[in-house]
């Protein structure tokens, strides 16, 4: 302490004050001038350490305050002490209170100096030393105090605060973290609740008729404790042999009520902290103290859901220590059985919502809260107590009464990710840390963040904010409190949650005598194969098989909910081991529940997503909302689609390896959007219009792609552009825009040479082109096969498989039969040159919408076709009525209707001219040329028969026209996902549709009158 404050420096030190961080240096330098006029001096080292504490006026009007309350040897020890001065400005920085203290008592600066400053005290330290100080034997077993005056309970505060400050000294100077802290304030007040009750001994003459506990509750229990908060405990006794239970309890309850008046009485130290024993059973109204067996009872059949959350963390901390293990021991079994009652999570969830919406009521300083607040330490300790609860009835690691240990025993197991548990304990340290400095400044109980810059300026330095204390603190808080509140959200609203606390305890842990018996219960037909799959998804240690745990005992039920359990755990095994240690998936189902129940329910019904999904499992990403499941647009799609296209045009690849891997990049997004579209029409997100146009758009982006690659491929070989312009007209189905999961993509290729050009190379270029096109699509790969089928074109499989337009309009013109103009009914050339597609429709209209519609003639032919082919396509053997195409009432009646309706009016009903089968029987009802019932049973059974076709391959993997009749899992299948109660209702309808259908059809495509 060299150099001494004088007044000839006056000049220099008001600067030197400012640069230091004092926000009053006029008044600093007027408390320096006091204090040296009466002997005290501050040396400028010791003003540099000053300048460094959070609050640099507050450390030295506290500093001064102790020089002055020492004797000059006190004085000059202080000076001599190095290590005091790495702890005591940064206390005097912070806590207005602990000046004070320190005013009051001038010789407790010592626990602030020397090497013993900096070591952790043991708990037993904190409970000898309060025990001596109010006089009572540490090694008694039941240690009382000399009296129960107040001068003993004046000493057990002024211990008290000397052990704080002692604990604020390391917690400030950065020799304890927040953790280490919190525990040893929770063992501090553990030693205080034992002095206490020896002062409680020392005043109840009949204490000796009764053993008693004292429970420590919240974050006493969970060793987690604040500087200054009320300490939760409940009362748990038991008489001594010859006592009787009513004496006994007497004694007990004045025993209790003693030890808390010996920690709140105000004295001229002030008080310690208010005991609050109102978590005890039927809280205030209750007797303040029970037996053993009392507690049971009561938690055996009226404790609620929250007393449950709240008995997470009791931990016995002062009194009988072995009455206390029993209590401890008692209550830990219900505790892990709680979150088996009938609405546990939802109860949970419904109070932390009443708690906010009461402190939003109660204050308008919700937003400043750091406890009960949005984003606040009550988010994060309800999440994590939730999860503790439901996943630690099969989980043993997860029963920590600690927030941070549970926190870190959720990531380690798997059910909270790493990167929100780490959020979660970051936010949580620096939230606890505010708080902490908060308490400190008055030792008041208070979680609010305050709105004067000065105290916030503390609070910013305090935590190590130098630049702009005031708004980097700011920034730091609220950037906390938002990462909380999102996680928060995400794990406590978790819908998991309710699905792993409806199931029974044994399922939670699947161990291989439980997991058979259940299994086979849950209608596995092969337990055994079941349970190998368990055994290879859960076994091991791996951060992998503990979610696996979690998820597997809720997905087996989700797995039985559906038609073919078995196939359902065999593909969400063979979907993870393909994904592998992929980081994103099993954090997908864990946290997103719609994906896991979503994902069970596919795997164990439809044999085509299933297959999607193992060729392409990333594409379980997808099933996370209902957004993301809806069809891309076809723009998005066809952008996409050419873009691949491009990418390997710009290859130095040799040709034909660019077109095979561009058409491979084309075909892979071909399998990710019919996954797409097949998981919505699954799960009824969907229509039949809207499945046919995406099953349509996807083959459309997929040929015209495979049509760009094969045209670079060829003009690559020419060494030059094409001579010829190609398109590719799409029929039947494909160009109805009615595509199925299994249907061919029915086509013509045209072509027009361009101008000077040899049409012979032309129309070598446009086959080739045509060739390639299919080869591309033809190659074998990890999807649904697309057939390019060709033969609807003139002349079918004996014509040339591409003609010029010039070709077409003379073939039509002198050849077309009647069954090629109502083919045409369904062309559209939606791929390749554009401008080539405009001109083979305007050539096609008229011949499928002659200006005069049909005569008798054609007419009659059309109806012999039609007989014809139901008589000779129909499959031998099978059942007419449960043939969905060409049965009666079925698929094929419907389009020869709406066809029939077309070419006799759509050359004067504009409706009329689509290629689509719903779109023309809605234009004929405006049009009056179909009765709107009439138009309304054809629709219907149209798009029944449609649904039921799509949801048979969708079910087998494999293409049918039939009803399912005979294989149990596929009928049972079919029926759930079309939504009937059972099969015979699905025959019902469908019969039903198809006889009303066929007799419209009899009426108005056969011309049948009654």
Known sequence: MSEPWTPDRRPTLTGRLARLGFTDPGRAERLLAEAAGEGVTVSDPLLDTLGAAADPDLALGGLLRLLEALDPAGRAALAADEGVWQRLPAVLGVSSALGEHLARHPDDWRVLGGDGAIQAPAPRTFRDALLRAVGADPDDPEPAARDASQETLIALRAAYRRHLLRLAGRDLSGAADVDEVAAALADLAAAALEAGLAVARAEVPDAGLCRLAVIGMGKCGGRELNY?????????????PGASEPDALRAATRLASALMRACSASTPEGSLWEVDAALRPEGKAGPLVRTLASHRAYYERWAKTWEFQALLKARPVAGDAELGREYADMVGPLVWKAAAGEDFVEDVQAMRRRVEAHLHRQTQESERELKLGPGGLRDIEFAVQLLQLVHGRADDTLRSPNTLEALASLSQGGYVGRDDAAGLASAYRFLRRVEHLIQLHRLRRTHTVPDDDHDLRRLGRALGLRTDPVGEFTALWRRHARGVRTIHEKLFYRPLLRAVARLPEEETRLTPEAARTRLTALGFNDPAGALRHIEALTSGVSRRAAIQRTLLPVMLGWFAAAPDPDAGLLGFRQVSDALGTTPWYLRLLRDEVTVAERMARLLATSRYATDLLLRAPEAVALLGSDDGLAPRSFEALMSEALAAVRRREDDDKAAHESAEDAVAAVRGLRRRELFRTSVADL?????????????TDIATVTIEAALQAAVNKIEMERRGPLPTRVAVVAMGRFGGHELGYGSDADVMFVHDPLPGADERDAQTAAHSVAEEMRRLLARPAPDPPLQIDPNLRPEGKAGPLVRTLASYAAYYARWSAPWESQALLRADPIIGDPELGHRFRALIDPVRWPRDGIDDKALREIRRLKARMESERLPRGVERRLHTKLGPGGLSDVEWVAQLLQLQHAHEVAGLRTTRTLAALDAAVRAGLLDETDGEVLSSAWQLATRIRGTVMLVRGRASDLLPTDHHKERSAVTQV????????????????????????DRVFYGVTD
């Open 978 to 1001: 079309l939504g009937y109660p059972g099969t015979g209702d699905l025959l019902e309808d469908y019969r039903r549709h198809a006889r009303r259908a066929r007799a419209v059809v």
């Open 683 to 695: 799960l009824g997100l969907t229509d039949v219009r809207t499945v046919g146009e995406a099953l």
């Open 228 to 240: 200054v908060s009320d300490v939760d405990v409940i009362f748990v006794a038991e008489p001594r």
